[in-house]
């Protein structure tokens, strides 16, 4: 499996890339030039950070701005608040997020410093705001099993894939376990995804790479070099669900580094032979 560059985009912190299998579209963000993107054509440039998105049940897209949550109306670029949590520190954004099988969006906020552990997890359902995690760090890549009924998250300087029971009827998270530890020669694990095989996806900031994992073992069973060193997310997706579509960043990167990976801030595209699971829309 070879990567391929699909968009040379040169994004900041491009990030949560999302497969909109109705509209055979790649959404995407970067999160620093506050812009979306649906496949190379950028969409919007809010005034906001925009941590992570997701499509609508109803039409158009759900966003984690720096601190709340918003409806996007793809036909008139507008964005429309629908709600915030409470007492979440100024000094945090949003990062990473998705939907889960009954249509509630997981997002994770974390400090802007990218230091300090005053981040958590909420769980939105359109009407109420509830917190699954607290003391997160860099609250980064989640997704589930083939049936639901685990959820698989990220807190970047863990270097830990963390397992949890998943409640589909209430939301729920409990029993965490550890499902893998990343070494650090691969680089941070940042966004995630996962596969019918029931593997997971991870993209390896600073790594160069995508690897792909069995979380039942905690066996680390494939690297796929990205020409990018920052690869910060990934999503199945395309016409048979076997393309892997993969973010990266420019951020932060000298000149000597950027002359090496000219391709950063890219967006990457695998043909796997494997099929990924969809990905899930808000319900609310």
Known sequence: MRAELLYDAKAELGESPVWDSRAQTLYWLDILGKRIYADADKIAELDEFIGCLAVRQRGGLILAKRLSFWTFDLNSSSAT?????????????????????????????????????????????????????????????????????????????????????YD???????????????????????????????????????????????????????????????????????????????SSARKDMDDATLNQYPFSGGVFRVETNVEGLPLFEFAG
């Not at 709600?83 to 000094?91: C, G, I, L, R």
């Not at 997160?136 to 894939?161: E, H």
């Not at 966004?191 to 790594?207: E, F, H, K, R, V």
């Not at 997706?237 to 579509?245: A, I, Y």
């Open 168 to 246: 589909l009827e209430s939301g729920a998270i409990a029993n965490p376990r550890i499902a893998a530890t990343i070494p650090a020669s691969l680089g941070w694990p940042d966004g995630m995804t996962s596969d019918t095989q029931g593997n997971l996806w991870i993209a390896m900031w600073g790594g160069a790479q995508i690897t792909r994992w069995n979380p039942n073992t905690g066996q680390l069973l494939e690297q796929i070099p990205i020409p990018a060193l920052q690869p910060s997310s990934c999503v199945f997706g395309g016409k048979h669900m076997n393309e892997l579509f993969i």
């Open 81 to 165: 608040f629908l709600a915030a949590p409470v007492d979440e520190p100024t000094s945090n954004r949003f990062n990473d997020g998705k939907c889960d099988p009954r249509g509630r969006f997981l997002a994770g906020t974390m400090n802007l410093n990218e230091k300090d552990p005053t981040g958590s997890l909420y769980s939105f359902d359109g009407k109420s705001i509830t917190k699954l995690l607290s003391d997160v760090t860099i609250s980064n890549g989640l997704t589930w099993s083939a049936d639901g009924k685990v959820f698989y998250y990220i807190d970047t300087p863990t270097r830990q894939v963390k397992a949890f029971d």
